[in-house]
C-alpha cells in the first residue's frame, strides 16, 4: 500500500500539460522578452521602434505595416499583441529601418482618430541603458588650504 501511495504521488507531481509540452527551457523565449536570443528587436538601433495602442481590433499587422512604410520609412518588423484567446488587444510594435522614422511615425501619427471614435496612441522605444545622460560635472571642491584661510573678498568691496 505504501508504494501505491508512492507512486500516485510520482504521478501527479508532473502535470499532464507538462508531459505533452516538455522541458519549458527547450522552447524559444516569446519574441516580446528583451533577453530573448534572436528577437525581433535585440539588435534594433535605439530610436527605431514604437509601440501604438488604441488600434481598432479588426487592424492586421499587414496594415499596420503598409500605412508605415507607405507614409514614413522602410520597416523592419511589427508585431501585433494578442490576447489569450488569439483576438486583438489593439497594440502592435513597429521597428522601422532607419533610426528617425519612429520620430517621424509619432510626430504624424500621434493623437489621430481612427474610425471616428478614439486617437491611437505612439510611444517611442527607448532603451534605458544604451541611452545614459552624461553626469553633470561634480562641482569644484576647494582645497584644505583654501578652506582655512577665510573668505576671499570680493572685487568690488573696498579694501582697508
Not at 21 to 34: E, I, V, Y
Not at 72 to 89: E, F, H
Amino acid at each position: 500500500m505504501n508504494s501505491h501511495a508512492q507512486s500516485s504521488r510520482l504521478n501527479n507531481y508532473h502535470t499532464h500539460k507538462q508531459k505533452v509540452l516538455g522541458n519549458p527551457s527547450s522552447h524559444p523565449a516569446p519574441a516580446w522578452k528583451q533577453n530573448a536570443k534572436g528577437a525581433s528587436g535585440s539588435n534594433a538601433e535605439v530610436g527605431s521602434r514604437i509601440i501604438i495602442s488604441r488600434l481598432p481590433l479588426d487592424v492586421v499587422e499587414n496594415e499596420v505595416e503598409t500605412l508605415f512604410s507607405r507614409t514614413v520609412g522602410p520597416v523592419k518588423d511589427v508585431l501585433m499583441v494578442y490576447n489569450s484567446q488569439g483576438r486583438s488587444r489593439g497594440m502592435a510594435v513597429v521597428t522601422f529601418a532607419r533610426t528617425g522614422d519612429a520620430a517621424v511615425a509619432r510626430a504624424k501619427y500621434n493623437g489621430k482618430i481612427v474610425d471616428g471614435r478614439r486617437p491611437i496612441k505612439i510611444e517611442l522605444v527607448v532603451d534605458e541603458d544604451a541611452v545614459k545622460p552624461a553626469a553633470p560635472p561634480a562641482p569644484a571642491v576647494p582645497s584644505l588650504l583654501d578652506r582655512l584661510s577665510g573668505p576671499k573678498p570680493t572685487k568690488g568691496a573696498a579694501q582697508p
